[in-house]
């Protein structure tokens, strides 16, 4: 629908239905994840799935913004739409399709697990850790190319390096999963803040400012792994009718910080301009050091 778009309606909806079947494929597939591995491979196998979101940022969208910029924007979402087809078929016949959920399918008692104190704070983290990041990603480009005067290829090579701190984020998140996660990610969302905070006060000093943005993206998804394990193990435990809704918290909450984020940000450039972003976004990001301190507590 995308690549065929008459008008701003049809794209609109047709970005709509992307985003609405985005949310169950990930918490799908991170079900499969955790059912498929050992338990000693569970963090391992989850944060792999995660880098998902790295890859296609490492080499999807520089070579999307590519096509794009020297071709038709129109064959960078036919080349998604072939790749989705051939990917179909691949899953389809690789994947178990015998996987069941224990317990009750009532959606009601399914939700009792929102009741739980711990994952009512636990979903924050996504929540104000992608609010942060993304008061910042969704302007990335233009404030590379108004505030840095970056040419458009240089705007790709940034954007490559943007994704694989990503890649580089989503596997630190599976090694600290089985660690001390709380303290461990308290500390890199201090580096968050200081990094963000960096973005607003570097001005048009280049090497500062793109330092602090993949500063920034190292952290981006340093939560992923040590969260869904979270929200799933306190399923498992205490509510295991809702271990599939539970593997989708974090794919949905993440997805909350990236639309609350992306408006915040809108607000802000129309209101202060690019130069604010920096500043509400380490807001978000003191934010989510803030819930982690809660959530220390909860043993």
């Not at 690549?3 to 970005?15: D, E, G, K």
């Not at 196998?45 to 794009?68: D, E, Y």
Request: with cysteine; aromatic share 14%; proline share 3%.
């Amino acid at each position: 629908m995308t690549a065929i778009a008459s008008n701003f309606n049809v794209l609109l909806m047709s970005r709509i239905i992307t985003a609405l079947s985005s949310g169950p494929l990930m918490s799908t597939a991170i079900t499969f994840a955790a059912v498929i591995a050992p338990q000693r491979k569970r963090a391992w196998l989850i944060s792999w799935v995660f880098s998902g979101f790295s890859i296609a940022s490492v080499f999807g969208v520089p070579l999307g913004t590519w096509i794009s910029d020297n071709l038709n924007w129109r064959l960078t979402f036919w080349t998604i739409f072939f790749a989705s087809v051939f990917i179909t078929i691949v899953v389809f016949y690789l994947l178990p399709h015998n996987l069941t959920q224990n317990g009750t399918h009532n959606i009601f008692k399914q939700l009792a697990i929102l009741k739980d104190k711990r994952i009512i704070w636990g979903i924050l983290v996504p929540v104000f850790n992608f609010s942060a990041i993304y008061i910042i990603y969704t302007y990335l480009k233009p404030i590379l190319i108004k505030e840095l005067s970056f040419s458009h290829n240089n705007v790709i090579i940034v954007l490559f390096l943007y994704g694989l701190c990503g890649l580089v984020s989503n596997q630190v998140s599976g090694r600290i999963a089985n660690m001390k996660w709380k303290s461990n990610l308290k500390k890199f969302f201090i580096l968050q803040a200081i990094s963000i905070f960096l973005i607003f006060i570097s001005g048009n000093l280049t090497w500062l400012k793109i330092s602090a943005i993949l500063i920034m993206a190292l952290t981006m998804s340093i939560s992923n792994s040590p969260m869904q394990l979270y929200y799933m193990d306190i399923a498992k435990q205490n509510y295991p009718q809702s271990l599939v809704l539970a593997s989708s918290f974090n794919s949905i909450f993440s997805n909350v910080g990236v639309a609350t984020g992306s408006a915040i940000g809108g607000y802000v450039v129309a209101t202060v301009g690019l130069s604010g972003l920096g500043i509400a976004g380490s807001v978000f990001s003191v934010f989510t050091i803030g819930v982690l301190t809660i959530l220390i507590k909860y043993r």
